[in-house]
């Protein structure tokens, strides 16, 4: 679940801070790397203390303004800065306050990076947000597609920033839904794993299904709400990537809502007797070279291979068999200009005579 994964960051970061204690000091907050807001809200906390502490100083009737006392209290307060002592309990509830922040605004961009961005301003120069989108971890498809809607340097208010990220998404998704979802999967990965995600990294359903509804995703989200109501739980970072791309098809072979007519012949093809003889199956082509193929070319992945068969196998053409395997070899990462590839595309193009 989402949260399991939330509070699992959260105390990997109080681990770093307190280790098996229960207080630390500021200084060792900063060097333990802690989370930025984390070490200015308690740096701001100190600072006030000194403050109310300077001036309880200026009150009595002590010197405290002589050149060489000041000089000493300045290094004093400069100590009790590094020194000063929280609890755990105090900083617990500031990290994951932090923690939830990195979450969410990874999830659900359009929603949480206004409230970011705008916390005291009701606007901001155009170019001011564009740069302040450029420092959170969303992926050259906000940044690209937030300055392109911005014209110069004109203000921009948080409603109107929710508006241009909504758009932003809108058409990340209409050019490629799959890669987009995936960089925005691969970011939030990353922030849980604490390093690159890789191909066989488990992925939370629930986390996917969460990512999908804060980037405007609602049906895809219900496929997969539907997968965790059958029992499944997690799936493989490659997986994903399948399903996903999957998804995309079905979207796209929805009919238009106008069809022009159509004969029959041009529906069903010619009549049985002029039909073209049928092709040999691929599968029966390559024969005793399946384990060849699907060690050399697919790295041992027979999902792989037989998602690429499945694709290659209804094409009647051998321009379109050869554009197809092109696009599979992209699709999945294949070295399509290795001896072992082209011997595969001999394979391939073998049916068509």
């Given at each position: 679940?989402?949260?399991?994964?939330?509070?699992?960051?959260?105390?990997?970061?109080?681990?770093?801070?307190?280790?098996?204690?229960?207080?630390?000091?500021?200084?060792?907050?900063?060097?333990?790397?802690?989370?930025?807001?984390?070490?200015?809200?308690?740096?701001?906390?100190?600072?006030?203390?000194?403050?109310?502490?300077?001036?309880?100083?200026?009150?009595?009737?002590?010197?405290?303004?002589?050149?060489?006392?000041?000089a000493l209290l300045?290094?004093?307060?400069?100590?009790?800065?590094?020194?000063?002592?929280?609890?755990?309990?105090?900083?617990?509830?500031?990290?994951?306050?932090?923690?939830?922040?990195?979450?969410?605004?990874?999830?659900?961009?359009?929603?949480?990076?206004?409230?970011?961005?705008?916390?005291?301003?009701?606007?901001?120069?155009?170019?001011?947000?564009?740069?302040?989108?450029?420092?959170?971890?969303?992926?050259?498809?906000?940044?690209?597609?937030?300055?392109?809607?911005?014209?110069?340097?004109?203000?921009?208010?948080?409603?109107?920033?929710?508006?241009?990220?909504?758009?932003?998404?809108?058409?990340?998704?209409?050019?490629?839904?799959?890669?987009?979802?995936?960089?925005?999967?691969?970011?939030?990965?990353?922030?849980?794993?604490?390093?690159?995600?890789?191909?066989?990294?488990?992925?939370?359903?629930?986390?996917?299904?969460?990512?999908?509804?804060?980037?405007?995703?609602?049906?895809?989200?219900?496929?997969?709400?539907?997968?965790?109501?059958?029992?499944?739980e997690e799936w493989?970072?490659?997986?994903?990537?399948?399903?996903?791309?999957?998804?995309?098809?079905?979207?796209?072979?929805?009919?238009?809502?106008?069809?022009?007519?159509?004969?029959?012949?041009?529906?069903?093809?010619?009549?049985?007797?002029?039909?073209?003889?049928?092709?040999?199956?691929?599968?029966?082509?390559?024969?005793?070279?399946?384990?060849?193929?699907?060690?050399?070319?697919?790295?041992?992945?027979?999902?792989?291979?037989?998602?690429?068969?499945?694709?290659?196998?209804?094409?009647?053409?051998?321009?379109?068999?050869?554009?197809?395997?092109?696009?599979?070899?992209?699709?999945?990462?294949?070295?399509?200009?290795?001896?072992?590839?082209?011997?595969f595309r001999e394979?391939?193009?073998?049916?068509?005579?």
């Amino acid at each position: 679940m989402l949260a399991d994964h939330i509070e699992a960051v959260k105390e990997g970061m109080l681990w770093r801070m307190f280790g098996d204690g229960d207080a630390v000091e500021l200084g060792q907050v900063r060097d333990r790397g802690a989370p930025p807001s984390v070490v200015r809200k308690l740096t701001g906390e100190v600072s006030s203390l000194l403050e109310e502490e300077r001036e309880r100083r200026q009150k009595g009737p002590l010197n405290y303004g002589h050149p060489k006392v000041k000089a000493l209290l300045d290094q004093l307060d400069e100590l009790l800065m590094e020194v000063a002592t929280f609890r755990r309990e105090e900083v617990e509830s500031l990290v994951e306050e932090h923690v939830q922040w990195e979450v969410w605004i990874r999830l659900a961009p359009s929603e949480m990076v206004p409230k970011v961005i705008f916390r005291e301003d009701d606007s901001l120069p155009g170019e001011e947000v564009v740069r302040a989108v450029e420092r959170l971890p969303l992926g050259g498809a906000y940044v690209d597609g937030l300055r392109k809607l911005v014209e110069g340097n004109r203000e921009i208010g948080r409603d109107e920033l929710k508006d241009l990220l909504w758009k932003v998404e809108r058409e990340a998704i209409a050019r490629d839904p799959v890669g987009f979802l995936m960089e925005g999967l691969a970011s939030l990965m990353e922030f849980f794993l604490g390093r690159e995600v890789r191909e066989e990294d488990g992925v939370d359903l629930d986390i996917l299904e969460n990512l999908l509804r804060g980037r405007g995703m609602g049906e895809w989200a219900k496929l997969i709400r539907v997968q965790r109501a059958l029992g499944y739980e997690e799936w493989k970072f490659s997986q994903v990537r399948k399903v996903l791309e999957m998804c995309h098809e079905v979207e796209e072979e929805r009919p238009p809502e106008c069809i022009k007519p159509i004969s029959v012949e041009e529906l069903l093809g010619p009549s049985p007797e002029e039909a073209p003889p049928p092709l040999p199956p691929l599968r029966e082509l390559i024969g005793r070279r399946e384990k060849y193929f699907i060690r050399k070319l697919f790295g041992k992945d027979r999902e792989v291979y037989e998602a690429v068969l499945d694709r290659l196998e209804p094409i009647r053409d051998a321009r379109q068999a050869e554009a197809k395997l092109e696009e599979c070899y992209r699709i999945y990462g294949l070295e399509g200009d290795s001896k072992v590839a082209g011997e595969f595309r001999e394979v391939v193009l073998s049916r068509y005579g």
